[in-house]
DNA sequence: CAGATAACTCTGAAAAATAGAGTTAAAATT
DNA sequence: AATTTTAACTCTATTTTTCAGAGTTATCTG
């Protein structure tokens, strides 16, 4: 005897998890700048274990994208770079994660 | 005068959404096949919207890594192959879905 | 204006994702 | 037992993305 097919509603991954925020490093990126007005570059590589140039290509995505915003100055001497997100980032963020709550909430 | 850098607690993303399942597509799938115990490849290829190559390749990668188990048989003289989330597929989708959930409760 | 150095940018290599063409396998018919 | 049929792949090449480390840049300080 057949086995039959569960109707399933169509998932549109259009929207659910889908872009820049995929990928973990810069989700994780975004998630902290949302908790903190603004994070330095050496920080973020700090907490995220990630090299100079792995670190520093996923902030330029997000940056060309328009979720981050960028300012420089100096710190005893050194030069830092701080990271803020954008009203435009944090919107996207929310977004993101209101679609992806919607997908794994259904997990049984 | 020099802004501070905040003090964060160092994120695990070697649990925190890593692996298999990062991709959008292999998420859904095994979300999908959470809820309902087996469907066929056409149903999955329908819902996901995703051509041939692309389906087969992601189910590929999940069957190798243990997360799905694969049944075939006919279905009005046509051959269907149905997969179904494994006991280690679930409980790795769990786990996932946790980390996942530990990340993204912490945006304010 | 020279020295110091964090923060990148650049590059090439590796890995992953994508899409479509071609192949395969089993049932039913001949 | 050969033929037909067609979903389900597998294969291949292309494109995209990721990765990592070396080298460059820019600005403060003296």
């Known amino acids: 005897m057949?086995?039959?097919d569960p109707d399933i509603d169509k998932i549109d991954l259009s929207s659910a998890a889908r872009g820049l925020l995929e990928h973990r490093v810069?989700?994780?990126i975004?998630?902290?700048?949302s908790r903190h007005q603004s994070?330095?570059?050496?920080?973020?590589?700090l907490v995220l274990a990630e090299n100079d140039g792995s670190?520093?290509?996923?902030?330029?995505k997000l940056e060309d994208a328009g979720?981050?915003?960028i300012e420089k100055?100096?710190?005893e001497r050194r030069p830092v770079t701080w990271y803020q997100l954008t009203d435009s980032g944090r919107s996207e963020?929310?977004?993101?994660i209101s679609n992806l709550k919607r997908l794994i909430e259904q997990v049984e």
């Open 55 to 60: 670190l520093g290509a996923h902030l330029r």
């Open 26 to 28: 810069r989700l994780a």
């Open 39 to 45: 994070i330095s570059f050496s920080r973020l590589k």
């Open 67 to 69: 979720f981050l915003a």
């Open 93 to 96: 963020l929310k977004n993101h």
């Open 30 to 33: 975004c998630v902290l700048l």
């Open 73 to 75: 100055s100096f710190r």
């Open 2 to 4: 057949p086995r039959t």
